[in-house]
Nanobody, 115 residues
Framework: QVQLVESGGGLVQPGGSLRLSCAASGFTFSRYLMSWYRQVPGKERELVAFISTDGSATNYADSVKGRFTISRDNGKNTVYLQMNSLKPEDTAVYYC????????WGQGTQVTVSS
């Protein structure tokens, strides 16, 4: 079955960095676009970034451009989100997502940016 497992979240001070990972299984990872979303309580889940199947194309929300980088390793079936210059407003649960005719989400990983 399809599984997406996020890791790498935690507590970090403003200006700090974190790298999130999403390990995928149960499908041919290299054939599908992957994306990262985030959600704070009381708000809709928002798109952070997505990456094409071979990693040659990426797109970012305006709020994270220049600070976050999405990448993927098709040999490891893993997509990453490198987050630099973190701000308190980046605090959220971060999810990876793929669409295989049906949307699949991971369980999420909490990122808290606070001093």
């Amino acid at each position: 079955q399809v599984q997406l497992v996020e890791s790498g979240g935690g507590l970090v001070q403003p200006g700090g960095s974190l790298r999130l990972s999403c390990a995928a299984s149960g499908f041919t990872f290299s054939r599908y676009l992957m994306s990262w979303y985030r959600q704070v309580p009381g708000k809709e889940r928002e798109l952070v970034a997505f990456i094409s199947t071979d990693g040659s194309a990426t797109n970012y929300a305006d709020s994270v451009k220049g600070r976050f980088t999405i990448s993927r390793d098709n040999g490891k079936n893993t997509v990453y989100l490198q987050m630099n210059s973190l701000k308190p407003e980046d605090t959220a649960v971060y999810y990876c997502k793929t669409y295989l005719g049906v949307v699949y989400w991971g369980q999420g990983t909490q990122v808290t940016v606070s001093s």
